[in-house]
Protein backbone atom coordinates (compact mmCIF):
# COMPACT_ATOMS: atom_id res chain seq x y z
CA UNK A 1 0.00 0.00 0.00
CA UNK A 2 1.34 3.21 -0.94
CA UNK A 3 -1.06 5.43 0.53
CA UNK A 4 0.09 6.98 4.01
CA UNK A 5 -2.29 5.63 6.78
CA UNK A 6 -2.55 7.44 10.90
CA UNK A 7 -2.58 4.85 14.05
CA UNK A 8 -5.03 6.10 16.44
CA UNK A 9 -5.26 3.89 20.09
CA UNK A 10 -8.02 5.05 22.42
CA UNK A 11 -7.50 3.51 25.82
CA UNK A 12 -10.24 3.71 28.31
CA UNK A 13 -11.07 2.48 31.51
CA UNK A 14 -13.94 0.03 29.81
CA UNK A 15 -12.36 -0.12 25.93
CA UNK A 16 -9.47 -0.47 24.41
CA UNK A 17 -9.44 0.55 20.52
CA UNK A 18 -6.84 0.46 17.67
CA UNK A 19 -7.42 1.58 14.14
CA UNK A 20 -6.03 2.55 10.66
CA UNK A 21 -7.21 5.73 9.04
CA UNK A 22 -6.62 7.42 5.72
CA UNK A 23 -5.29 11.25 6.50
CA UNK A 24 -8.48 12.29 5.57
CA UNK A 25 -10.41 10.83 8.67
CA UNK A 26 -11.48 7.88 6.55
CA UNK A 27 -11.58 4.82 8.41
CA UNK A 28 -9.69 1.95 7.04
CA UNK A 29 -9.80 -0.99 10.11
CA UNK A 30 -10.00 -1.25 13.71
CA UNK A 31 -9.44 -3.86 16.58
CA UNK A 32 -11.16 -3.76 20.23
CA UNK A 33 -11.11 -5.53 23.70
CA UNK A 34 -12.62 -4.67 26.61
CA UNK A 35 -10.42 -7.31 28.75
CA UNK A 36 -6.96 -4.91 29.51
CA UNK A 37 -8.22 -2.83 32.58
CA UNK A 38 -7.32 -5.11 35.07
CA UNK A 39 -4.28 -6.10 33.58
CA UNK A 40 -0.68 -4.85 34.59
CA UNK A 41 0.08 -1.63 32.97
CA UNK A 42 3.63 -3.14 30.95
CA UNK A 43 0.61 -6.32 29.95
CA UNK A 44 -1.66 -3.36 28.60
CA UNK A 45 1.32 -1.86 27.06
CA UNK A 46 1.28 -5.62 25.33
CA UNK A 47 -1.84 -5.65 24.32
CA UNK A 48 -1.78 -2.28 22.86
CA UNK A 49 1.04 -3.55 20.02
CA UNK A 50 -0.74 -6.85 19.75
CA UNK A 51 -3.85 -5.07 18.85
CA UNK A 52 -1.44 -2.27 16.82
CA UNK A 53 -0.70 -5.07 14.57
CA UNK A 54 -3.27 -7.16 14.32
CA UNK A 55 -5.10 -4.42 12.97
CA UNK A 56 -1.80 -3.51 10.33
CA UNK A 57 -2.15 -6.96 9.46
CA UNK A 58 -5.79 -7.13 8.76
CA UNK A 59 -5.26 -4.19 6.45
CA UNK A 60 -2.10 -5.66 5.15
CA UNK A 61 -0.22 -2.79 5.96
CA UNK A 62 3.19 -2.23 6.84
CA UNK A 63 4.58 -0.16 9.40
CA UNK A 64 6.82 2.19 7.00
CA UNK A 65 3.22 2.70 5.39
CA UNK A 66 2.29 4.41 8.81
CA UNK A 67 2.91 8.15 9.27
CA UNK A 68 2.94 7.33 13.72
CA UNK A 69 0.42 6.07 16.46
CA UNK A 70 -1.57 8.53 18.42
CA UNK A 71 -2.34 7.12 21.60
CA UNK A 72 -5.43 9.04 23.34
CA UNK A 73 -5.32 7.88 27.77
CA UNK A 74 -7.94 8.51 29.95
CA UNK A 75 -5.07 9.75 32.22
CA UNK A 76 -2.70 12.92 33.29
CA UNK A 77 -0.04 12.71 30.78
CA UNK A 78 3.28 14.56 31.19
CA UNK A 79 3.34 15.36 26.80
CA UNK A 80 6.89 15.93 25.96
CA UNK A 81 8.03 13.17 28.38
CA UNK A 82 5.59 10.63 27.09
CA UNK A 83 4.63 9.58 30.40
CA UNK A 84 1.41 8.88 32.39
CA UNK A 85 1.80 10.88 35.49
CA UNK A 86 -1.43 8.90 37.10
CA UNK A 87 -4.31 7.30 36.40
CA UNK A 88 -7.98 6.45 37.82
CA UNK A 89 -9.66 4.21 35.56
CA UNK A 90 -7.84 1.13 35.55
CA UNK A 91 -7.10 -1.52 38.07
CA UNK A 92 -3.52 -0.35 38.71
CA UNK A 93 -2.92 2.89 39.58
CA UNK A 94 0.61 4.03 38.24
CA UNK A 95 3.00 7.08 38.41
CA UNK A 96 5.46 8.56 35.99
CA UNK A 97 4.97 5.44 33.95
CA UNK A 98 7.15 5.87 30.58
CA UNK A 99 4.35 4.81 28.48
CA UNK A 100 5.77 6.06 25.32
CA UNK A 101 9.34 4.34 25.71
CA UNK A 102 7.53 0.74 26.60
CA UNK A 103 5.59 0.82 23.73
CA UNK A 104 8.50 1.87 21.04
CA UNK A 105 10.06 -1.28 22.34
CA UNK A 106 7.14 -3.54 20.98
CA UNK A 107 6.75 -1.63 17.85
CA UNK A 108 10.32 -0.78 16.94
CA UNK A 109 10.53 2.14 14.57
CA UNK A 110 7.44 3.86 14.76
CA UNK A 111 6.31 7.32 16.00
CA UNK A 112 4.13 6.99 19.13
CA UNK A 113 2.53 10.12 20.56
CA UNK A 114 1.09 9.76 23.97
CA UNK A 115 -2.15 12.51 25.04
CA UNK A 116 -4.72 12.67 27.19
CA UNK A 117 -8.20 11.62 25.35
CA UNK A 118 -9.59 14.88 25.58
CA UNK A 119 -6.75 16.78 23.92
CA UNK A 120 -7.22 14.40 21.65
CA UNK A 121 -10.92 14.75 20.50
CA UNK A 122 -9.94 18.12 20.72
CA UNK A 123 -7.73 17.96 17.89
CA UNK A 124 -9.90 15.47 16.08
CA UNK A 125 -12.97 18.08 16.00
CA UNK A 126 -10.35 20.49 14.71
CA UNK A 127 -8.79 18.23 11.89
CA UNK A 128 -12.12 16.02 10.98
CA UNK A 129 -15.17 17.83 12.79
CA UNK A 130 -16.88 20.83 13.77
CA UNK A 131 -13.63 22.55 14.09
CA UNK A 132 -12.39 22.86 10.39
CA UNK A 133 -11.20 25.77 9.42
CA UNK A 134 -11.27 27.15 12.47
CA UNK A 135 -7.81 28.48 14.19
CA UNK A 136 -8.55 29.05 17.87
CA UNK A 137 -11.00 26.71 19.79
CA UNK A 138 -12.14 24.72 22.71
CA UNK A 139 -13.47 21.33 23.30
CA UNK A 140 -15.30 20.46 26.45
CA UNK A 141 -16.31 16.63 26.70
CA UNK A 142 -19.29 16.95 29.29
CA UNK A 143 -19.84 12.95 30.39
CA UNK A 144 -18.89 10.73 33.19
CA UNK A 145 -16.56 13.30 34.22
CA UNK A 146 -15.43 16.82 31.80
CA UNK A 147 -12.62 17.22 30.24
CA UNK A 148 -11.34 19.87 27.39
CA UNK A 149 -8.53 20.80 25.01
CA UNK A 150 -7.18 23.88 23.53
CA UNK A 151 -6.75 25.15 20.03
CA UNK A 152 -4.41 28.17 19.72
CA UNK A 153 -3.78 29.20 16.48
CA UNK A 154 -4.13 25.89 14.84
CA UNK A 155 -1.99 24.20 17.37
CA UNK A 156 -2.90 22.59 20.80
CA UNK A 157 -1.98 24.50 24.32
CA UNK A 158 -0.96 21.68 26.40
CA UNK A 159 1.07 23.76 29.18
CA UNK A 160 4.12 23.30 30.25
CA UNK A 161 3.67 19.54 31.37
CA UNK A 162 0.61 18.30 28.95
CA UNK A 163 -2.32 19.01 31.15
CA UNK A 164 -3.87 22.63 30.13
CA UNK A 165 -7.52 22.60 29.04
CA UNK A 166 -8.86 20.47 32.05
CA UNK A 167 -11.69 22.54 32.32
CA UNK A 168 -13.46 20.23 34.81
CA UNK A 169 -11.28 20.70 37.23
CA UNK A 170 -11.70 24.49 37.55
CA UNK A 171 -14.02 25.75 40.76
CA UNK A 172 -17.23 26.94 39.78
CA UNK A 173 -18.14 26.94 43.50
CA UNK A 174 -16.08 27.79 46.62
CA UNK A 175 -18.64 26.65 49.26
CA UNK A 176 -19.78 23.49 47.57
CA UNK A 177 -19.78 20.41 49.79
CA UNK A 178 -19.27 18.35 46.69
CA UNK A 179 -15.90 17.03 46.80
CA UNK A 180 -14.25 16.29 43.19
CA UNK A 181 -11.74 13.07 42.35
CA UNK A 182 -9.02 15.77 42.17
CA UNK A 183 -9.86 16.40 45.95
CA UNK A 184 -11.06 19.78 45.86
CA UNK A 185 -14.83 20.71 46.00
CA UNK A 186 -17.22 22.51 43.93
CA UNK A 187 -15.33 21.66 41.00
CA UNK A 188 -17.32 22.09 37.51
CA UNK A 189 -17.37 18.19 36.76
CA UNK A 190 -18.26 17.66 40.69
CA UNK A 191 -21.36 19.44 39.96
CA UNK A 192 -22.32 18.96 36.64
CA UNK A 193 -21.15 15.32 35.27
CA UNK A 194 -22.22 11.71 35.53
CA UNK A 195 -19.94 10.28 38.33
CA UNK A 196 -20.93 12.60 40.72
CA UNK A 197 -24.84 11.96 40.12
CA UNK A 198 -25.26 9.97 43.10
CA UNK A 199 -23.65 12.48 45.48
CA UNK A 200 -25.84 15.21 43.22
CA UNK A 201 -28.81 13.02 43.85
CA UNK A 202 -28.58 12.96 48.07
CA UNK A 203 -27.52 16.52 48.16
CA UNK A 204 -31.09 17.24 46.65
CA UNK A 205 -32.58 14.58 49.09
CA UNK A 206 -31.09 16.01 51.81
CA UNK A 207 -31.99 19.74 50.78
CA UNK A 208 -35.97 18.47 51.35
CA UNK A 209 -36.30 17.80 47.06
CA UNK A 210 -39.03 14.84 46.90
CA UNK A 211 -37.86 11.96 44.41
CA UNK A 212 -40.95 10.88 42.58
CA UNK A 213 -39.31 7.72 40.96
CA UNK A 214 -38.76 6.56 44.75
CA UNK A 215 -35.03 6.65 44.81
CA UNK A 216 -33.52 7.06 48.31
CA UNK A 217 -30.04 8.18 49.78
CA UNK A 218 -29.42 4.16 49.60
CA UNK A 219 -30.30 3.73 46.36
CA UNK A 220 -28.83 6.65 44.59
CA UNK A 221 -26.21 4.87 43.44
CA UNK A 222 -27.86 3.64 40.35
CA UNK A 223 -27.98 7.27 39.10
CA UNK A 224 -25.78 8.20 35.79
CA UNK A 225 -26.09 9.80 32.78
CA UNK A 226 -28.93 6.81 31.61
CA UNK A 227 -31.06 7.01 34.50
CA UNK A 228 -31.02 10.99 35.53
CA UNK A 229 -32.25 11.44 31.61
CA UNK A 230 -34.65 8.31 32.20
CA UNK A 231 -36.35 10.17 35.41
CA UNK A 232 -36.43 13.46 33.64
CA UNK A 233 -38.32 12.42 31.06
CA UNK A 234 -40.99 10.86 33.98
CA UNK A 235 -40.80 14.26 35.47
CA UNK A 236 -38.71 13.47 38.54
CA UNK A 237 -37.51 17.02 40.53
CA UNK A 238 -34.39 16.05 41.35
CA UNK A 239 -33.60 14.71 37.82
CA UNK A 240 -34.81 17.82 36.55
CA UNK A 241 -32.83 20.05 38.82
CA UNK A 242 -30.01 18.36 38.39
CA UNK A 243 -29.80 18.24 34.52
CA UNK A 244 -30.77 21.96 34.58
CA UNK A 245 -27.68 22.43 37.13
CA UNK A 246 -25.83 20.87 34.59
CA UNK A 247 -26.36 22.82 32.19
CA UNK A 248 -25.64 25.81 34.27
CA UNK A 249 -22.62 24.96 35.56
CA UNK A 250 -21.45 24.16 31.96
CA UNK A 251 -22.42 27.55 30.58
CA UNK A 252 -21.08 28.91 33.31
CA UNK A 253 -17.64 27.31 32.53
CA UNK A 254 -18.03 28.36 29.10
CA UNK A 255 -18.34 31.44 30.11
CA UNK A 256 -15.00 31.25 32.11
CA UNK A 257 -13.47 29.78 28.98
CA UNK A 258 -14.61 32.72 26.97
CA UNK A 259 -13.11 35.25 29.35
CA UNK A 260 -10.12 33.34 29.30
CA UNK A 261 -9.32 32.61 25.83
CA UNK A 262 -11.60 34.31 23.28
CA UNK A 263 -11.78 31.55 21.67
CA UNK A 264 -14.09 31.73 17.82
CA UNK A 265 -15.96 28.43 18.60
CA UNK A 266 -16.33 25.92 21.79
CA UNK A 267 -17.38 22.77 20.92
CA UNK A 268 -19.44 20.57 23.05
CA UNK A 269 -19.38 16.75 23.17
CA UNK A 270 -19.81 13.83 25.26
CA UNK A 271 -22.60 11.65 26.56
CA UNK A 272 -24.62 14.29 28.50
CA UNK A 273 -25.21 16.21 25.06
CA UNK A 274 -27.85 13.68 24.60
CA UNK A 275 -29.94 15.15 26.93
CA UNK A 276 -30.71 17.15 23.83
CA UNK A 277 -32.12 20.74 23.12
CA UNK A 278 -32.98 21.59 26.31
CA UNK A 279 -29.58 20.81 27.58
CA UNK A 280 -27.93 22.75 24.84
CA UNK A 281 -29.86 25.45 24.76
CA UNK A 282 -29.82 25.90 28.84
CA UNK A 283 -26.25 25.99 28.55
CA UNK A 284 -26.18 28.47 25.54
CA UNK A 285 -28.69 30.52 27.45
CA UNK A 286 -26.74 30.56 30.97
CA UNK A 287 -23.62 31.37 28.76
CA UNK A 288 -25.42 34.47 26.94
CA UNK A 289 -26.63 35.71 30.74
CA UNK A 290 -22.86 36.16 31.94
CA UNK A 291 -21.86 38.39 28.44
CA UNK A 292 -23.88 41.13 29.12
CA UNK A 293 -22.64 43.85 26.14
CA UNK A 294 -19.25 42.76 26.27
CA UNK A 295 -19.12 39.96 23.14
CA UNK A 296 -18.95 42.20 20.20
CA UNK A 297 -18.68 38.65 17.99
CA UNK A 298 -20.52 36.08 19.47
CA UNK A 299 -18.32 33.12 20.50
CA UNK A 300 -19.88 30.21 18.75
CA UNK A 301 -21.00 27.07 20.19
CA UNK A 302 -21.40 23.83 18.27
CA UNK A 303 -21.73 19.93 18.89
CA UNK A 304 -18.87 17.83 18.05
CA UNK A 305 -18.96 15.85 14.66
CA UNK A 306 -16.53 13.46 15.12
CA UNK A 307 -19.09 10.64 16.70
CA UNK A 308 -18.62 7.42 18.36
CA UNK A 309 -15.11 6.45 17.21
CA UNK A 310 -14.34 10.41 18.41
CA UNK A 311 -11.47 9.18 20.78
CA UNK A 312 -9.91 6.72 18.20
CA UNK A 313 -10.00 9.45 14.87
CA UNK A 314 -8.52 12.15 17.49
CA UNK A 315 -5.54 10.27 18.54
CA UNK A 316 -4.84 8.94 15.00
CA UNK A 317 -5.30 12.97 14.41
CA UNK A 318 -2.35 13.97 16.96
CA UNK A 319 -0.22 12.12 14.26
CA UNK A 320 -0.87 15.15 11.83
CA UNK A 321 -0.22 17.80 14.38
ZN1 LIG B 1 -11.66 18.58 40.46
Known amino acids: MSEKLICGVDLGGTKLSAALFKTDGTLVGKETVYDHSDKQWDDIVSVIAELVTKVMDSCSVMAEDVLGIGVACAAHIHFKKGMIVTVSNFAHNIYDYPFVDKLSVLLPGMRIILDNDANAQAFGEFMFGAGKGYHNLVFVTVSTGIGGGIIVNDKMLRGKVGTAGEVGHSIIDIDSDVKCTCGNYGCAMALASGLFFPDLYRMHLKKG ?44 TLYNIYKMLDPELVILGGGLMSFGDMYLNRIRERFLSHTHEMMSEAMEIKLAETGRDAGLLGAAALVLE
Open 209 to 252: LESSIGITAETADQMNGQTIEEGMKKGDPICTAIVENSADVVGS
